[in-house]
Nanobody, 114 residues
């Protein structure tokens, strides 16, 4: 069983920064990809950023240049540094791990006030 524990969510003013972290534990043999997704109220869950085991990253266009994903392979941890936050970034952010199958965290709320 794999557990994902997210931290770092909260309330921030527009233009501010937050850093999300996700730590994976359990029976993990080979992680292919870790990343962050978000779901705003009334909308579908969408990709924010992912990083592969080889270090390749992928971002949704709307966060490029503002968000940075990083991964500590030795600690099975992924981080998302979010700068210049906007009210439209308000959502529940979910950590995802793919290691032959998908695992999801419980989500952490990010609220950006204008």
């Amino acid at each position: 069983q794999v557990q994902l524990v997210e931290s770092g969510g909260g309330l921030v003013q527009a233009g501010g920064s937050l850093r999300l972290s996700c730590a994976a534990s359990g029976s993990i043999f080979s992680i292919n990809l870790m990343g962050w997704y978000r779901q705003a109220l009334g909308k579908q869950r969408e990709l924010v950023a992912t990083v592969t085991s080889g270090g390749s990253t992928n971002y949704v266009d709307s966060v490029k240049g503002r968000f940075t994903i990083s991964r500590d392979n030795g600690k099975n941890t992924v981080h998302l540094q979010m700068n210049s936050l906007k009210p439209e970034n308000t959502a529940v952010y979910y950590c995802r791990l793919f290691a032959g199958q998908n695992f999801w965290g419980q989500g952490t709320q990010i609220t950006v006030s204008s």
